[in-house]
């Protein structure tokens, strides 16, 4: 486009004069009713300049100045009026492309442009394709026609059809999780009503469009054979004197809480806090054994002196039960795992939050012929803000490594989230102390759901909670989490 500015270069000097009156408004001279400047300047470039009637430059005047001013007054309006042209018809461009690709409406034709201006090239409208055609014969409908108009329903329903047919890739595992069973009945040599099992899944926790998962985490309530003096103020007032009474709190742990297991923690077994004997012990699971039809654990101390004592004597007392033992170090795994492999018990196989530690101890059980759905792993954990996260990538590795083959990392894991939860600040501190935490009951509860339900999340088979309330919370997240439709091809667990 020419410079708009160069028509006037050659103008005579009272037409110059002239012009240099009228932009700078002085009241001496008459404007023409011609149109305005660039107005004319922009409908016909071409066209000579309006015929001005001869006048004398005012004296003094400049002329490369007033040639100047012109040009640059001209200049700014010519672009104005350019670049507001320009910005509504891309904006047009931009809205119709976006009707016509999420709506399915055709652009309507654009208007004749001005003489003056350049229109825009329109965008090409494509003919319907060939699957289009061929998925509406498929539904029994007439083929669109080359150049019609697709209803927006139409459109909008092919859309939908092909997010249903979209496949996610799925990672085929190298081999699934081993199964254990806890309990035995009458007929396997126990004396239980029901039992668990753990494991067995193919894919990662959830994943049910990658692989099955037969078996839900399960729960356990833990009872005492004595309460401690650092027991949250919390649990007391749930439990109440049950918490003195392990039989009575186990059976209500069962019928009123839905406990799938129990475990008891022997810590009076322990030399420094009340060096109960292994009989004292003995009695204690037998009773609860008595009270209960559900698996039991059985929990000890980091004294493995006395703790292999209480594991012999409570595992040749309970033969056939299938007491889940808990649990064996590098240090304690042969005893312990010799209890397992005589009287038919499974064992917690312990290792300090280490994927390598983990699997060393895993390999030394096997080795010594205990089978492998008698071994559940612990890879320990902290509760959460106490070290969670780090047990949360620890867990997720051991079980990623296990679907992708490794056998030596591939067993049900069980984890103590309510040990863990209890005993920090958080589930004893008072509001008074700490107003900004809210209510201490609250709090503690929903610090060990908090902490349980990642573990869960990471592959965690077997949880051992202390608030009933913990767990009816759990279960009905992960009730949601199980509510999933089975892939058309039939891959997929439960619902």
Not at 337 to 354: K, R
Not at 455 to 482: F, K, M, Q, T, W
Request: proline letters at 9%.
């Amino acid at each position: 486009m020419p410079d708009m500015a160069t028509l006037w270069v050659d103008a005579d000097p009272a037409t110059l004069a002239s012009a240099a009156t009228a932009v700078r408004g002085s009241p001496a001279t008459t404007p023409s009713p011609s149109p305005p400047l660039a107005t004319t300047a922009c409908a016909d470039a071409t066209a000579p300049a309006p015929a001005a009637a001869p006048k004398t430059p005012e004296p003094g005047l400049d002329r490369a100045a007033l040639v100047a001013e012109i040009k640059s007054e001209l200049k700014a309006q010519i672009e104005d009026e350019l670049r507001n042209q320009l910005t509504r018809e891309i904006v047009g461009d931009i809205i119709g492309a976006l009707r016509e690709r999420l709506l399915g409406e055709r652009p309507a034709a654009p208007p004749e442009p001005a003489p003056a201006s350049r229109p825009l090239p329109a965008a090409p409208v494509l003919p319907p394709s060939d699957d289009a055609g061929t998925r509406a014969e498929g539904r029994g409908e007439a083929p669109p026609r080359a150049g019609a108009e697709r209803p927006v329903s139409l459109y909008a329903r092919e859309k939908l059809e092909a997010v249903a047919r979209f496949q996610i890739p799925r990672d085929p595992p190298g081999r699934a999780i081993e199964t254990v069973t806890l309990g035995a009945t009458i007929s396997d040599g126990g004396t239980r009503r029901r039992t668990l099992t753990l494991g067995g899944q193919d894919c990662l926790p959830f994943h049910f469009y990658e692989g099955s998962m037969p078996h839900r985490p399960v729960y356990a309530l833990e009872v005492f054979d004595s309460v401690s003096d650092k027991t949250s103020p919390v649990l007391r007032r749930v439990w109440g004197e049950l918490l003195g009474r392990p039989v009575e709190m186990a059976v209500r742990c069962v019928e009123e809480h839905g406990a799938d297991a129990i475990s008891v923690r022997l810590a009076a077994t322990h030399p420094e806090r009340g060096g109960r004997s292994p009989d004292d012990a003995l009695a204690l699971v037998r009773d609860i054994l008595a009270a209960v039809d559900v698996p039991v654990i059985v929990t000890a101390h980091n004294h493995f002196e006395s703790a292999n004592e209480v594991f012999k004597k409570v595992g040749a007392g309970c033969q056939g039960e299938r007491l889940l033992l808990n649990w064996v170090e590098g240090d304690n795994y042969r005893t312990i795992a010799g209890v397992a492999l005589a009287y038919g018990h499974c064992v917690v196989a312990q290792s300090p939050i280490d994927v390598n530690l983990a699997k060393q101890l895993n390999i030394l059980l096997t080795n010594m012929d205990l089978p492998r759905d008698q071994i559940v792993m612990d890879p320990m954990t902290g509760a959460l803000g106490y070290g969670l996260e780090y047990t949360y990538s620890v867990m997720e590795r051991i079980r990623s490594t296990a679907l992708g083959g490794d056998e030596a990392l591939a067993f049900p894991m069980i984890v103590t989230a309510g040990q863990e939860s209890w005993k920090v600040k958080e589930a004893h501190a008072e509001e008074r102390d700490f107003p900004a935490w809210g209510e201490r009951s609250r709090r503690a509860l929903m610090w060990e759901v908090q902490t349980a339900m990642p573990l869960i999340l990471a592959g965690a088979d077997l949880l051992v909670l202390y608030h009933p309330g913990s767990v009816a919370a759990l279960r009905r997240n992960v009730e949601r989490l199980c509510r999933v439709e089975v892939p058309p091809d039939g891959a997929g667990g439960q619902r």
